[in-house]
């Protein structure tokens, strides 16, 4: 069974940093890509950040570059989301993402990720 489970939520302010974890099991981690996809209040998914299945090629939505860094740890099976000066606008659920089919390269396509995790929340408030 795939499991997804977030961590590292919760209010911060304007600013300030968060780490967000996913540790997964019931599939082979380093054979996918993998992404973090938010939800705001009232709003659809939106593909944040994704990682290569072997570490490189990180990638960013424009509204994240330069303060968010994703990375993970293939032999502790755990994606990561380091958020740096974070702003109101951050605020939403934050979900790891898997895609459906084995990929070594991150595809930001919502469409191509079929698993989530419960999501963990972030609120960026003063």
Aim: proline share 4%; aromatic share 10%; with cysteine.
């Amino acid at each position: 069974e795939v499991r997804l489970v977030e961590s590292g939520g919760g209010l911060v302010h304007p600013g300030g940093s968060l780490r967000l974890s996913c540790a997964v099991s019931g599939f082979t981690f380093s054979d996918y890509a993998m992404s973090w996809v938010r939800q705001a209040p009232g709003k659809g998914l939106e593909w944040v950040s994704g990682i290569n299945s072997v570490g490189g090629g990180a990638t960013y939505t424009d509204s994240v570059k330069g303060r968010f860094t994703i990375s993970r740890d293939n032999a502790k099976n755990t994606l990561y989301l380091q958020m740096n000066n974070v702003r109101p606008e951050d605020t939403a659920v934050y979900y790891c993402a898997k895609p459906q089919l084995p990929a070594v390269v991150v595809n930001s396509s919502l469409t191509q990720y079929n698993y989530f995790g419960q999501g963990t929340q972030v609120i960026v408030s003063s």
